[in-house]
């Protein structure tokens, strides 16, 4: 009879990125999600740089993001219908295209066509790892140490990216970031499009598999509360430009993201390391009152060197709100839609992400209302969250 191998090993970290086509799948995407952290914070130091005003490049950011946002769940259906390769490579092709087009000339209209177009043709990549899980790790313990390692790993999104595009717009101008951002988005993409796991994927698509179920209403909450996550990183990404600006520290509109980050990838090791008590919406709630209340502190207008310690508390958070938002979809959903009902849970996010650097970016005079808006939309989204607790738990027990 075989030996038998310990959960606890069977679920390591090095056990799961040791799996076959994991690591470079997880890779992959990290690299070639990167215009997610960069784009945002380089099309504002472009833009600014060409002489308009930090709200018109806050709102071409947010335009960015919001078309990237709200593609998702279009680009979702197609991959389940069509598999990744024909919805990703040419997504990637035009949306680095576009935005070499902002190193053209100062054109506001161009600018405008080419986020839009940018944001709405980004390639699905997040949602393409999460449905190829189940045929990468056919174990349910080692896909729960591959989500938390994945959405982990998104912080890492998030310390390099900022980070990459303030050194390199410091050193050799915004056009420069910009360049590096198509680059990496361009690479990353092909070696994920190009593995064997995604080459491979067909899923099944029925006739019976219709949006029914797709948006009820405990789903739905479970959208508006990430919505407000989302507003969190919009509005905290142009707050920290501010801040740069404010106190005359460039770097800063790098380092508070980034310090943000390295809290949610910690976070994120912390909690793929053992299984957690409670159902996924009590471990949600949880994750979010903690998130929410890691962001109190900024009402009292920290300096510089305070306010970067201060924001990896919430990033703690982050990972924990995030996976636990997946794993209580799983449950709401029928198996046939979990693509789908994955790229509409990136929209939300993406969406509040839009919303939130709009509204940082016309607010980000008036120093604690821009402050207070991280904390603002984390508030809703556990409010949401707590109203929503008995809906969604009845309806996973269904």
Known sequence: MPAQVPAAASTSYRAVLGSRHVARLLGGTLVGRMPNGMAPVAIVLLITSQGASLASAGLLSALYGLAGALSQPVKGRLMDRHGQMPVSAPGAVISSGCLL?????????????????????????????????????????????????????????????????????????????????????????????TAPPSRALRPQHTAGSTATGLHSTPLSLVFLAHAGFGIVLGAMNVWAVAMAELHEVELLSGLIPAAFATGSFLGGLLYARRDWPGSPIVQLLTAAAGFCAGWLPLLALPGPRMATVVVTVPGVFLTVVIACGFTTADVLVPPLRRTEAYAWLIASVGVGQAVGTALAGALATHRITAAALPTAGAALALAVLAAARHRITARGEH
């Open 101 to 193: 087009l902002l190193l053209v000339g100062d054109d506001p209209t161009l600018a405008l066509f080419a986020v839009v177009l940018a944001g709405l043709c980004s390639p699905p990549l997040e949602a393409g790892l999460r449905a190829l899980w189940p045929t990468v790790l056919p174990d349910p313990g080692r896909r729960r140490v591959a989500l938390a390692l994945d959405t982990g790993s998104q912080g890492l999104l998030y310390i390099a990216g900022p980070l990459m595009v303030s050194a390199l717009a410091t050193a050799y101008g915004p056009p420069t970031a910009i360049l590096a951002t198509v680059a990496l988005g361009l690479v990353g993409t092909a070696v994920v499009l």
